[in-house]
């Protein structure tokens, strides 16, 4: 089983249309988690990042953890054809190590 | 945007060539990685270092070699590559003062061994 969990889609979504993205995990012992934007040709690069459980909310975006479900979200508002992008979620914090372990990615498409 | 840069972009070579992919951070960040990534899949840990003389083998089993001899510099070599080294290879680095930190990444060098 992979520690990690993501939908690799591809999901396609009407421009403003509200966007959920999602991993489940199963390592309990996962502290930190991160949302990557990975746009085609280019490296990952992070756009949500969250300790521990709970909310945050940085403009358009959302990201929630739930520890107890293993099971973090990632919402986009008002969704723009520039987000077009693969999202990535991230791990890492476990065993006192600096490993980040990451889903397969989302590939999602607005359509204007 | 982040500083830390990797060479060559794109490159096509022939099997039992020798390559070295160059990864380089201005950031003075102590810790790197390499990432292989291909389609669908997730980023595997292939090789990281946690500082100047200090190497390890990642999750994934590579058949490449990495060194860590100035703290900006993290170059990753092949010694005879193979159609199945084709991938996208991504060098990231952190600060990581507590267990983690944001995690930087190069564009990638993408490898077609034919």
């Known amino acids: 089983q992979k520690e990690v969990e993501q939908d690799p889609g591809p999901l396609s979504v009407p421009e403003g249309a509200i966007v959920s993205l999602n991993c489940t995990y199963s390592n309990s012992a996962f502290q930190y988690f991160m949302w990557y934007r990975q746009y085609s040709r280019k490296g990952p690069e992070l756009l949500m990042y969250?300790?521990?459980?709970g909310n945050k909310e940085d403009g358009r975006f959302t990201a929630q953890v739930d520890k107890s479900s293993k099971y973090i979200s990632l919402f986009i508002r008002d969704s723009q054809p520039s987000d077009s992008a693969t999202y990535l979620c991230?791990?890492?914090?476990?065993?006192?190590?600096?490993?980040?372990?990451f889903g397969t990615g989302t590939r999602l498409k607005v359509l204007a | 945007e982040a500083d830390i840069y990797q060479t060559p972009r794109y490159l096509v070579i022939g099997t039992g060539k020798k390559i070295t992919l160059e990864c380089s951070q201005t950031?003075?960040?102590?810790?790197m990685y390499w990432y292989q990534q291909d389609p669908g899949m997730e980023l595997h840990l292939i090789h990281y270092?946690?500082?100047?003389?200090?190497?390890e083998k990642g999750d994934l089993s590579s058949e490449s070699t990495v060194s860590r001899i100035r703290t900006e510099h993290f170059p990753l070599t092949l010694e005879s590559a193979r159609p199945s080294h084709t991938s996208q290879y991504l060098c990231?680095?952190?600060?990581?003062?507590?267990?983690?930190?944001?995690?930087?990444f190069g564009e990638g060098s993408r490898l077609t061994v034919l």
């Open positions: 990231a680095s952190t600060e990581g003062v507590t267990y983690t930190g944001e995690l930087f």
């Open positions: 270092s946690y500082g100047v003389n200090s190497t």
């Open positions: 991230a791990m890492s914090g476990a065993s006192g190590t600096y490993k980040y372990i």
């Open positions: 969250t300790y521990s459980s």
């Open positions: 950031m003075g960040h102590d810790k």
